[in-house]
């Protein structure tokens, strides 16, 4: 017999051990796809909830500052019941959820969406107001809710949203509830976009960039007049037209700032504080109250 041909034995013995991998392995399988009945069922216990039930849930963790539990209960419910009253007050709260949750973006989403869907509703006004409250503190985190931050120090890009929101409720409800605090807070943010302007001229000014100072600080006074930021800008200008050799235009910058600020420290000369204490932060008309007060604290004016 030839050596090299397998006995019956061995292939035998070689099949027998290929089947039992195949049943070993169709059994691992099997097990796998059981697997999942063994685990426990996840109950939604607000399954058999009605309307009125899961609003009022939503909005009891809402008050207790449940945040993330109210946005989900108010999804549910708008799913559920999508034409019913409670939806629309569950996009109105959801939003307001979630800003109060730091989802300032799913928070814009919402009063966006309720505007859409019911612009003539009577709480539309509250839509347009919490999308401005949202954008007015959009960037500071969770600090700006503890220590008062200076929006001056922000991208313009989140003030001119927040004034934009506030215009537009103010122009259509004159008579809404939110109106006086929509002027009073649109007041501030003309004065921070202003004091922004001012700080980047100031900025290029000391970079030696004086047409671009100029500029900058000629746009504040174009764009924010009559604010307070405009003493500082009045002064960046001169000063740009003496290093750009205009004495023309520096002595006319000059004649506006003593007219507009006669007892400005730019005209006087004086110093509000002793040369010394470099480290202060220059005042440029936004001043911080420092404290919390009764009134809101970016009602710096009062």
Known sequence: MNRLQS?????????????????????????????CSFLPDVKDETANWSADRLYQEAH????????????????????????????????????????????TAAAIAGADRFIRTYPNHPNVDYAYYLKGLVHFREDQGLLGYVYELDLSERDPKEMRASFAAFKELTSRFPESQYYQDSIARMRYLTNSMALYEVKVADYYFGRGAFVASANRAQGALVNYPQTPANEKALDILRNSYQRLNMPQLADDSQQILAKTFPES?????????????????PDYGVQATGQLAAKPWWQFWD
């Open 7 to 35: 006995s019956p034995h061995t292939s035998l013995s070689s099949f027998m051990a290929t089947g039992w991998r195949a049943v070993a392995l169709a059994c691992v399988l099997a097990l796998a796809l059981a697997g």
């Open 60 to 103: 009891g963790a809402m008050v207790q500052g449940n945040y993330i539990r109210a946005t989900k209960l108010f999804d549910q419910l708008e799913a559920r019941y999508p034409y019913g009253r409670y939806a629309q007050q569950a996009i109105l709260e959801s939003a307001y959820a979630n800003w109060r949750g730091n989802e």
């Open 265 to 281: 420290r730019y005209v006087t000369g004086e110093r509000d504080k002793p040369w010394w204490q470099f480290w202060q932060k």
